[in-house]
């Protein structure tokens, strides 16, 4: 037994150091250990005498251990690699958490950041799954607001009646992106004009995973675009103005003059009162449009005082009161008191309130009410404004009209110029303000006139609400 034990202990003790070999140097190193073990082995087995003669016993050991290296070695080599994949998938995964987190925080300082763009991601279904601190600048929405609606909530009624938030995405689908200029609806209801580009999303493989939709106010460019209209209008029109006033306005005078006498002979002609009648009304719509045409091409002057507003519209008021009268319509203002003055041109914005309440009468159904309102509000501008609005009680403006309503020559009123509205919006510019035209929720049109505070309210005007 004793003697057994000692022909297998060099052995064992062999086979620790191939483990150990294999361990720290993988499989050569191991079977090198091996070999080298079994000669130490065989050397000291001889030196000591046990073995003089190999037997089959002593082959069959050596075999062994040489079998039992090889399987120590291999299996410590295959643990090795595996260490050395985990560890290097360990390191790759590191890495891509760690670009993923870069991309995340690039997105989030893309999105997050972006203010003059709205940036909203749409699933297949067409619902909004999140977006941009834009959204809010621009639409008045948080984005939480916002995360499960359909991304129709921005379109007109009128856009969804028609499909067309479905139809931009289908494009979008079939050519990969879709550009496009249309009305947009804010969270208050406010509509604005915005470009925007709808890009499909797909994966590696080409699966549709949803739409980005970054939309752009481009109010401020149409404005603009408008502003430049008006301007070369306006330099066309001066020309035009200048040669119309002796061309026109001369003949005109001429033919006044002999409708006059004409009058004056055959007064008491009744067969001819139908066309004398008839003359004098175009001869007079003629004489209105040249006053019109002679208003509008008028250069700018700063004619400038301090004065009441109140009192500017208390005035175009009781000169509209006769054909308010006529049409049995009400006029009722209601003016906030200790409203401050302003610096206005007392001669040229009385125009522009005297016309929005003719139209404001011409509009209105009988023993309906016109209502006037005049308050100071601040705007989000910080800026302090004094807001004068006509309302109306008729059939409201045509939505595709609105952006046309001051444009010279535009009018939907049978027998009007279309300069009315053109000559208020352009006397409400020359004092710094805003004219905007929109729909009264309750029915009828809206017409507001804003003009910011230029002067301190060193003075304040003693004004009631008065029911006129």
Known sequence: MSLAIGL??????????????????????????????????????????????????????????????????????????????????????????????????????LVENVRDYAIFIINEAGHIIDGGLGVEHIFGYTVAEVIDKPFTIIFTPEDVRDDAPAQLLRRSLAEGREESECWHVRKDGTRFQASSVTTAIRDAQGHLRGF??????????????????????????????????????????AISSALDAFEARFDKRIEYERYTTRLRAELDRMNVLMEELLTYAQPYQQEFLEGSIAKILEECVSSCRPLADASQVRIECRISEGLPTLLLNKRRLPLVF???????????????????????????????????????????????????????????????????????????????????????????????????????????????????
Request: hydrophobic share 45%; proline share 4%; charged share 20%.
């Open 8 to 109: 297998e202990l060099p052995f064992l003790i062999f086979l620790l150091a191939v483990m150990i070999s294999a361990w720290y140097g993988g499989f050569w190193p191991g079977m090198a250990a091996a070999g080298l073990s079994l000669l130490f082995t065989i050397l000291i087995f001889t030196l000591s005498g046990h073995l003089t003669v190999m037997g089959t016993a002593d082959l069959t050991r050596m075999g062994l251990f040489l079998v039992e290296g090889y399987v120590i070695s291999a299996l410590n080599d295959r643990i090795r690699s595996s260490g050395r994949d985990s560890e290097k998938s360990a390191q790759e995964a590191a890495g891509d958490r760690q670009t993923l987190h870069q991309s995340e925080q690039r997105y989030l300082l």
């Open 212 to 253: 980005t939709m970054i939309v752009r106010d481009i109010t401020e460019r149409i404005e603009m675009e408008a502003a430049l209209r008006r301007s070369e209008v306006m330099s066309v029109l001066g020309r035009l103005v200048s040669s119309v006033a002796h061309e026109v306005r001369n003949p005109l005078f």
């Open 354 to 468: 005297t016309n929005l309440l003719k139209n404001a009468i011409s509009f209105s159904p009988p023993q309906s009410t016109v209502v006037v309102r005049v308050s100071e509000d601040a705007g989000a501008d910080q800026k302090r404004w004094i807001d004068c609005s006509v309302e109306d009680s008729g059939p409201g403006l045509m939505e595709e009209d609105i952006p046309l309503m001051f444009e010279p020559f535009f009018t939907r009123r049978r027998g009007g110029t279309g300069l009315g509205l053109a000559i208020a919006q352009r006397i409400v510019e020359e004092h710094g303000g805003q004219i905007f035209a929109h729909n009264r929720p309750e029915d009828g049109a809206c017409m507001t006139v804003r003009i910011p505070l230029a002067v301190a309210p060193s003075m304040s005007e003693e004004s009631s609400n008065a029911e006129k």
